[in-house]
């Protein structure tokens, strides 16, 4: 089946410093991609998102380019800051995906960030 | 303002107790979700719905139930039959299972058993 796959966390960075958080997936489909931010005790937040391949998504300084050719989704951001800290996933709906499911997110398994100032 | 409203934030149950947690949507959303997540574990699906009075099971739907009488609510049972139910559960909603529909999370319940 479908899955998404992120770099293992923690990741800490310094304030100003370039963010990348790798993402790579597999789909029987041409999925849609999206990554969300989840802050402490919150839900998630939709943080951008790409439907065909060679989008780039972009939101609030992050972007993501969907790569068909690599499978990749990987968020950059550069230059983070303390407010930035949080856990990100990584997620796909792929409208081939099996039992029906189709508009159903997959997700990874987050990325915590945290920023020191 | 529109949103997603879980209730309660934060839940203590016993052990062989069932327990219901609420979400309310006023997006005017078809589709409704019920996640699990657990540290290290990403999101799960419990339980989905497209439209009223239509449901189904994710992937870890053993031991939960739901209902969705209402267009505009989703409440998920957690029932005695499930095994480890301490998580944080999240409600969702989008406009249709559409793939590049966006979902909108509420913001959490967090139940934990004794």
């Known amino acids: 089946g479908d899955s998404v796959t992120q770099m293992e966390g923690p990741v800490t960075l310094s304030e100003e410093a370039f963010l990348t958080i790798n993402c790579t997936y597999t789909?029987?489909?041409?999925?849609?991609l999206f990554w969300y931010v989840q802050y402490p005790g919150e839900g998630l937040q939709l943080l951008l998102k790409?439907?065909?391949?060679?989008d780039k998504g972009s939101n609030k300084g992050f972007e993501a380019t969907y790569r068909k050719e690599t499978t990749s989704f990987h968020l950059e951001k550069g230059s983070v800051q303390v407010s930035d800290s949080a856990v990100y996933f990584c997620?796909?709906?792929?409208?081939?995906?099996?039992?029906?499911?189709?508009?159903?997110?997959?997700f990874g398994k987050g990325t915590k960030l945290s920023v020191k100032p | 303002d529109g949103g997603i409203t879980q209730s309660p934030k934060y839940l203590f149950r016993k052990e062989g107790q069932n327990v219901t947690l609420s979400c309310e949507q006023n997006?005017?959303?078809?589709?409704m979700y019920w996640y699990r997540q657990d540290p290290g574990q990403g999101l799960r699906l419990i339980y989905y719905?497209?439209?009223?009075?239509?449901?189904q099971k994710g992937d870890i739907a053993e031991g939960y139930s739901v209902s969705r009488e209402k267009k505009e609510s989703f409440p998920l049972t957690v029932t005695s039959a499930q095994k480890n139910p301490t998580a944080f559960y999240l409600c969702?909603?989008?406009?249709?299972?559409?793939?590049?529909?966006?979902?909108?999370f509420g913001p959490g319940t967090r139940l934990t058993v004794l």
């Open positions: 969702a909603s989008s406009m249709g299972l559409v793939i590049y529909n966006e979902q909108f």
């Open positions: 997006l005017n959303h078809d589709a």
């Open positions: 789909a029987t489909g041409y999925p849609s």
């Open positions: 790409a439907t065909k391949a060679d």
């Open positions: 997620a796909l709906s792929d409208p081939l995906e099996s039992g029906g499911s189709q508009g159903n997110l997959i």
């Open positions: 719905s497209q439209i009223v009075n239509d449901f």
